[in-house]
């Protein structure tokens, strides 16, 4: 299999949401609403069909209910993750391990002003148009809810990010 950047991204994002979607059911309350509506699945009350994109808004109660946890990456830097989307990756790291694939956080959570923050020093750097095409606006961002994780891996010693 050659391996580019696309397939390396949508293999990631395929193993990470298997390996959430089989541990975002574990430890999670109940179940008390029907089948066919999406309900919070972690202690913390998220809900994890929760769509976020540049035509859908971040919640407005998402920052203060998400749980995360912090983690220094190899390269020392800090990523915070959502809890559950962060066992969920340990998980898929552990299998891609055993396939002598090495994969690491590089960008997981960001808050919306640090997203703020990226929009403007795009803009600076590059232009309101330019910035607007590549940098997802504020409060619209996957990232917001930590669940949306920028991995690298290596692979017979080469990275890709």
């Known amino acids: 299999m050659i391996l580019t ?8 994002a ?7 979607c089989a541990c975002a059911g574990t430890g999670a309350q109940p179940q008390t609403t029907p089948a066919s509506t999406p309900e919070p699945t972690a202690a913390s009350g998220i809900n994890y069909m929760v769509l976020v994109n540049k035509l859908n808004k971040l919640p407005d109660d998402w920052e203060a209910t998400v749980e995360t946890v912090h983690m220094t990456n190899s390269m020392n830097g800090d990523v915070e993750v959502e809890t559950k989307a962060y066992d969920a990756y340990l998980k898929l790291k552990a299998d891609l391990e055993t396939e002598g694939v090495f994969v690491d956080l590089d960008n997981a959570r960001r808050s919306i002003e640090v997203q703020q923050k990226i929009m403007d020093d795009f803009t600076k750097e590059y232009g309101a148009d330019y910035a607007a095409k590549i940098v997802a606006t504020p409060g619209f961002s996957e990232h917001h809810t930590g669940l949306a994780l920028d991995l690298y891996l290596i692979i017979d010693e080469k990275m890709y990010t």
């Open 5 to 12: 950047r696309n397939t390396i991204k949508i293999f990631m």
């Open 14 to 20: 395929a193993g990470l949401a298997a390996a959430l």
